[in-house]
T-cell receptor, first 113, second 114 residues
């Protein structure tokens, strides 16, 4: 039981490049989330998926797209990376939207030059 | 705009002392309150959640909620160096009766000195 896994762990991109961050959970959770964490800014919700087949914008969705591929997997895509997207990205899952316990993945550190 | 405010710290306490971490929130309709711990370079993990006014205890941790003052706190008794981490307060705001997502504060960094 791996919980929530994320790939890659670390990535360096040049401005304008695209990439997809992958997230998978093996807890049979319905809801999944993507957050970014910046120094002094706390965790901010980018997108979430309350259940398989649905996705919704969070607090900071601009510059990102998501895909809920199936119940297990939720990917985050940066179509044209910008230095402002340099951050640590966390994926999380929970049994229900907003449920008490959100389980977080180990994070992806992204540096955009 | 839903806001969750925390003192960024660092809060430094000696080993064995009580650490008190505070959080205020902007919306009186908020229903659920959470404390997460995040070690440096790691992901957040849930410590406690509280729904009702008053205290909730779990081992060395006590969460306190005062909805009238829009204030939630976390007390750590007998603080240990292993408690040194950033503590994130999170609030779930309700929208028209349906449960919303968590809003996180910026976190308070706690340092427990041996």
């Amino acid at each position: 039981n791996a919980g929530v896994t994320q790939t890659p762990k670390f990535q360096v991109l040049k401005t304008g490049q695209s990439m997809t961050l992958q997230c998978a959970q093996d807890m049979n959770h319905n809801s999944m989330y993507w957050y970014r964490q910046d120094p002094g800014m706390g965790l901010r919700l980018i997108y979430y998926s309350a259940s398989e087949g649905t996705t919704d914008k969070g607090e900071v969705p601009n510059g990102y797209n998501v895909s809920r591929l199936n119940k297990r997997e939720f990917s985050l895509r940066l179509e044209s990376a910008a230095p402002s997207q340099t951050s640590v990205y966390f994926c999380a899952s929970s049994d229900l939207q907003g449920a008490e316990t959100q389980y977080f993945g180990p994070g992806t550190r992204l540096l955009v030059l | 705009q839903k806001e969750v405010e925390q003192n960024s710290g660092p809060l430094s306490v000696p080993e064995g002392a009580i650490a008190s971490l505070n959080c205020t929130y902007s919306d009186r309709g908020s229903q659920s309150f959470f404390w997460y711990r995040q070690y440096s370079g790691k992901s957040p993990e849930l410590i406690m959640f509280i729904y009702s006014n008053g205290d909730k205890e779990d081992g060395r941790f006590t969460a306190q909620l005062n909805k009238a003052s829009q204030y939630v706190s976390l007390l750590i008794r007998d603080s240990q160096p292993s408690d040194s981490a950033t503590y994130l307060c999170a609030v779930r705001f309700n929208y028209g009766g349906s449960q919303g997502n968590l809003i996180f504060g910026k976190g308070t960094k706690l340092s427990v000195k041996p």
